[in-house]
């Protein structure tokens, strides 16, 4: 697993909830929601979806590592190396 | 539809789900039925929130859409060709364009267009959606906001037929959704009806393996220490859930729970209720030249929207024409809708017997469509034409809205007390649907989401 891996996990995701969103050209360090119509109801279900695809919780005060690509990269990738060596 | 809603967000977490319906079909008031072979809708004359291309994607129905996972475009959803509110001799136009409908109001009322464009502006500023809205009267709201009153009154006309519980008002904040949701977006409808948005819901959550048991209603909900131990059915079956989320109103939930901190108030019973004529005509709606979508009526210059005292009033209503959505295969059609919408009075249809319960629809149904031929163009001439090219009427009351949506006094927009958040008194029973004042299909969907979001899937 790698930062690289955990982005595209994110960007996987969002496809799935906002399949309507253009994600070709998402810029890492600019926050999603500047670049992709999403509100508080689609930040909810990015950590749903991360819950249940990949077993891992995101606590609600936590929700804004979410912001942007490189933020999520940085905050999940030891939650999935956690993951992954439990 | 806000039970099914919610059912599918749990189900997609993972939750385990169970759909208890009392009707044999599902829907509530946004249901279907069928006579002589042809489908009706029992609700919908139109999905508001239409994402025009005015609005942009800020339309909560892109986000009840994102949020079901169901796309956009599968509801095949067709615009208005042009609705009208008519107040005697007053017409306001308007279609999906807010643009169209600004122009229409300063043509007929150029002395108050400053005062419109701040009526705007304080509906921008009101935070309509927030849970915590104060309880506003609109038309107290409309009367100091305009000189002229009509303006005000045919504002509340449309308004209100599309979601006001209460008599002769609407609180500030479901006016403010409503005007967004049928001037600011737009007005639609599924190629297809209501069945284009049912089928979707139903389908997926048996994907899931959603149980859902039809036909058996919730008979009383168990409590003990403030908390709702077991669900017990007509048939005497018996469930116990984690949580509830009931969508039969707020005093009908109320009165299911065998321990009640407080018995129902008058003035939680919603009043106003409507009845239906549908007349099936051959050809199209233009072969009489009528081609607009909705028309609001009201043969006063002031508005009343409340319970008559007869059965039925036919001096305010609401005409809707399916066919003329600017679906192309309304083009080739053979035969067209007419529904005629107007107030009724629950006691005096709940109070007839069968054969005079029969009577009473057949004569409501040459007033209400007597009535309507008045505000549709040349209505009143083509009326022997219009009857000799119609092939069958079918007739709902408030009768038969009870039996849908099981709203005492068969009451269409439910108790005029709403609870947004969908707390009740019970810690682990939660209210979705009408009483929580979300507006229409759309606002149904987004109410059953957000009960299932902010009750239950929200980790704590």
Same mark, same amino acid.
């Given at each position: 697993?790698?930062?690289?891996? $955990?982005?595209?996990? $994110? ?7 906002? !399949? ?7 810029? !890492? ?17 990015? $950590? ?6 990949? =077993?891992?919780?995101? !606590? ?12 999520? =990269?940085?905050?999940?990738? !030891?939650?999935?190396?956690? =993951?992954?060596?439990? | ?46 999905? #508001? ?31 208005? &060709?042009?609705?009208?509110?008519? /107040?005697? @001799? ?8 807010? &643009?169209? /409908? ?34 506003? &009267? ?20 449309? #308004? ?10 609407? @609180? ?26 049912? @089928? ?5 959550? *048996? ?30 079956? #018996? ?22 901190? #407080? ?130 009427? *079918? ?23 709403? &609870? ?41």
């Amino acid at each position: 697993m790698n930062k690289d891996k $955990v982005k595209q996990i $994110v960007l996987d995701i969002i496809s799935e909830i906002a !399949p309507d969103e253009d994600l070709s050209d998402v810029k !890492p360090e600019i926050r999603l929601r500047d670049q992709l119509d999403l509100d508080s109801m689609d930040f909810l279900d990015i $950590v749903m979806e991360l819950r249940k695809q990949h =077993g891992i919780d995101v !606590p609600e005060a936590e929700y804004r590592q979410l912001e942007s690509l490189d933020s999520c =990269g940085n905050y999940l990738l !030891p939650k999935f190396e956690a =993951g992954a060596a439990a | 539809m806000s039970g099914l809603s919610a059912a599918l967000r749990l189900a997609m977490f993972g939750k385990n789900v169970l759909v208890l319906e009392k009707h044999y079909v599902v829907g509530g008031l946004n249901s279907f039925y069928a006579r002589k072979g042809r489908k009706f809708d029992v609700g919908l004359h139109a999905v #508001t929130n239409f994402p025009s291309p005015s609005s942009g994607k800020t339309s909560p129905l892109l986000r009840a859409c994102r949020q079901l996972r169901i796309p956009f475009e599968s509801l095949n959803l067709y615009e208005q &060709s042009r609705s009208r509110i008519s /107040f005697e @001799d007053k017409h306001i136009r308007f279609n999906n364009e807010f &643009s169209f /409908f600004l122009n229409e109001i300063y043509e007929n009322f150029p002395k108050e267009k400053d005062r419109f464009r701040n009526f705007l502006q304080k509906m921008e500023d009101f935070d309509a959606y927030s849970i915590n809205v104060p309880d506003l &009267s609109t038309r107290s709201i409309l009367k100091e906001a305009f000189a002229e009153p009509l303006l005000g009154e045919m504002l509340l006309c449309p #308004t209100s037929y599309y979601g006001s519980a209460q008599e002769n008002d609407i @609180d500030f904040a479901t006016f403010t959704m409503l005007f967004d949701a049928i001037f600011k977006q737009g007005l639609a409808r599924p190629s297809h009806g209501i069945r284009a948005i049912l @089928d979707p819901l139903v389908q997926k959550l *048996d994907e899931m393996g959603v149980k859902r048991l039809m036909n058996n209603a919730v008979k009383k909900i168990k409590t003990y220490n403030g908390k709702a131990t077991e669900i017990v059915m007509d048939n005497e079956d #018996t469930y116990t859930a984690d949580h509830i989320i009931s969508t039969c109103g707020l005093v009908e939930t109320e009165e299911l729970l065998t321990k009640k901190k #407080t018995p129902p108030k008058e003035n939680k019973m919603g009043n106003f209720s409507v009845i239906e004529t549908i007349s099936v005509f051959k050809g199209k709606p233009t072969d009489f030249g009528w081609d607009e979508t909705v028309i609001f009526y009201n043969d006063d210059q002031e508005f009343r929207y409340e319970k008559p005292k007869e059965s039925m009033d036919s001096t305010s209503g609401v005409i809707c024409i399916p066919e003329n959505y600017q679906d192309p295969h309304n083009q080739k059609v053979d035969e067209s809708r007419l529904r005629i919408t107007n107030p009724a009075n629950f006691d005096k249809w709940d109070s007839l017997e069968e054969p005079a319960y029969i009577a009473e629809k057949a004569r409501c149904e040459t007033v209400m469509l007597q009535k309507a031929l008045e505000y549709l163009p040349k209505g009143q001439i083509q009326k022997k034409d219009f009857s000799d090219a119609t092939l069958l009427k *079918d007739t709902f009351t408030p009768r038969t809205i009870k039996k849908y949506t099981n709203h005492a006094n068969g009451a269409l927009y439910g108790s005029p007390v709403k &609870s947004r958040s969908g707390s009740s008194q019970i810690k682990n029973l939660y209210l979705a649907g009408t009483d929580q004042g979300y507006i229409g299909i759309v606002g149904a969907m987004l109410g059953g989401i957000a009960v299932a979001n902010n009750r239950i899937l929200r980790p704590a």
